[in-house]
Every structure is written in structure tokens, then in C-alpha cells.
């Protein structure tokens, strides 16, 4: 038996109990003073696997930890080299404050439940759990070690992209523990790109019985400008798009004045965003009584695979089958931070995180079982790229 995984395997019931204080520590996007909450707490059990943690204000989102180990060959190599290895993360969850109440932590079948738990608690947990192992058996990576923990991954990560990609550029890899994907926990190689626009149509307002003739409704323009996009979609590998939002009108009996929509869009490849973005700004009102305004755009770029991600793959698959598990490789269309790091060229392995389900839905969960493991896998993938 391997003595990480052994050792791992004694530790899960003080796993399930930081975990379950992560999880009640609830940490909405939106709400700075508990996302600090909980970065107190994990930053005060990091310090204890012996990193010097950071915390990066910010005003408006919680502040981001960025953890650090020094290197073992090299006294006090605490500087990041191009050889850096960088675990990578985030905080904050999409489950408003006291979800907690009417969706306890709790546990059933070998499964743990609460908000938050598999994206991505269980992945920070997994994180300091890796790192309190190799610490314990005096395993010190050569390498030195980065862990960036962000407050605002859930609404796009706009406040901390800036310091992802700040981090990354001095990387050899890029470790991600989001959730991994599917019942038997695959790693995520390739993820969409995603991009969010707003198309506002202002038309002019009549009374709809008196002179509707004199009005231009925003709301039939929108439903044909929407028709039109849905056709970008058609042809062009790989691009989906969900106009999730819509607005328009005030009453029954007046012609729609203004219209909105809001569009989620996905890309697998970086050229299709912009191609796709460019043929939206170029659209034309068919009433030419009414105007569209176009405002937004991509936000994370496509995660695309490498010939070196798939070498990282590969790496991580051999050490999964010492441990006597077999890993396999997804693709995936929601977006993380992974997507900023592989889209810089850093070789870059996300879903390595809790194995679960339910990711945002009433019934998230991880398996209980596969948190030592996925900690192990960890371990093991960290002291081989970092010696
Ligand atoms: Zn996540």
C-alpha cells in the first residue's frame, strides 16, 4: 500500500471535520465580510503546513490568499521560479448566506452534503490536506509551491484574473482542484470558453389600441434579433449560446419601449469567440424605427488541449494507477480559472478536486471515500513535478 495514501486514508475523518467547518463558514460571492471569514480560517491552517500566506485586498470582492512554500533544495527559496508549482482555487461559492439552514451539512450513505461542498470546499480541503501530508512524512518539494485561493471565481473572477495570471506566468504547471467530473471523478482537460453580452433594443412607445402604428416595439425586435444569434450558433463547430435573461415592456396595452437580453456563450476554440463577437456588434435593427446596443463580452477564453496538458494528464493517470485507481479525461463546457492559466500556455490539469455531484443544485455532495484518495493523487502529482 502506498504510505501517502495510507496516511491520507487515517486522516479522513479530520478531513470531513475541516471540511464541515469550511462548508458552514458560508461564503457567497457577493458578501466580502464572510468570504474574509473564511479566508481567516483556511489561511490559519495553511500557515500550519508551513506556508507564508498573502492576502490580497480587495474592496470590493473577499480577499484572495495566496499561499506559499518555500523550496527544499536552496535555503529559504521563497521566491517563485519558471519551476513553480501552482495549486489553484477558489473561495467564495454561489449559495447565498443561510443556505445553510435549510441545507444542512450533513451526511447519508457515504456521502457529505452541504452548499459549497464539492465546488469547491472539498477541493481546498484536499489542497491543505496534500500538503499537510508531505509535510508530516518530511517530503519536502525541491520545487517551490504556489496556492492561490480567489474570492470571486463564481461571478467570473474579474478582481482576480489579474493576479492568476500574474502567478501562472512564473509557472511550470497549473494545478486546478475544482470538482472533478462524472461518478468516477475524470479530470478535466479541456474546458469552453465562456462570454456574456447584453443586447438592449430601445424602440419607441405608443398606445397600443389608439395608434399602435406609431410605436416600434423593442420587444418584437429582440425576438427577432434573438432568432438572428441563435443562427451564429448553427455551422460553427462547437459554439452554444443561452439567452437566459430577458426583459422588456411595462404594460399590456403600450408598445414596448425597451428590451433586453442576457446571453451566456461558449467556445471551444479562442478564434470563435471573437468571430462570434464580431458578427453580434455588427447586427442591424430589422424596424429601423429601433435601435440595439451591445455591451458585454468573452470572459474566460477556451481552455484548449496541449500536447503538454496531455503530458500533465498523463502524468497524473500513471500516478492514479500506483494508487490503484484509473483516471480518466474529460471535456468539459463550464469555465474556471484553469481557462486563464492554459490559455497563457501554462500546462494546466483541473477536476482535481472532490469526486461528487451537484455542483450549484439542492443535492451537492462528495463521496466521502475519495477525499483521501483525490489528496493522495495530489501529493504524489506535486512531489513529482516539483522535484
Ligand atoms: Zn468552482
Known sequence: VDHILKHLEQQQNAMLKMLREFVEHESPSTEKTAVDRLGRL??????????????????????????RWPASAGENSWSLTARTVMLLGHLDTVWPMKTISRMPYCISAGRAYGPGIYDMKAGIV??????????????RAAKPLTFLLNADEEVGSASSRVLTENLAQRCAAALVLEPSAGPRGALKTARKGVGEFRIRVVGKAAHSGLDPEKGASAVIELAKQLLIIQSFTNGAGGITLNPGVIHGGT??????AEAEAMIDVRVTKQADGGRFENRLRKLKPKDKRTSIEIT??????????????????????ELARTLGIDVTEAWVGGGSDGNFTAA??????????????GAHAAHEHVIMKELPMRAALLAHLILNLAT
Open 42 to 67: 483556511v489561511a490559519t491552517e495553511l500557515r500550519e503546513t508551513g506556508a507564508k500566506v498573502t492576502a490580497h485586498r480587495s474592496a470590493v470582492t473577499g480577499n484572495h490568499l495566496e499561499a
Open 296 to 317: 458585454g463580452g468573452m470572459n474566460r477564453p477556451p481552455f484548449e488541449r496541449s500536447p503538454a496538458g496531455d503530458k500533465l494528464f498523463r502524468t497524473a493517470r
Open 251 to 256: 404594460r399590456t396595452n403600450v408598445v414596448a
Open 126 to 139: 484536499i489542497g491543505i490536506f496534500a500538503l499537510r501530508c508531505l509535510r508530516e512524512l518530511g517530503l
Open 344 to 357: 497563457m500556455g501554462v500546462p494546466t490539469l483541473d477536476g482535481l478536486g472532490a469526486v461528487g455531484d
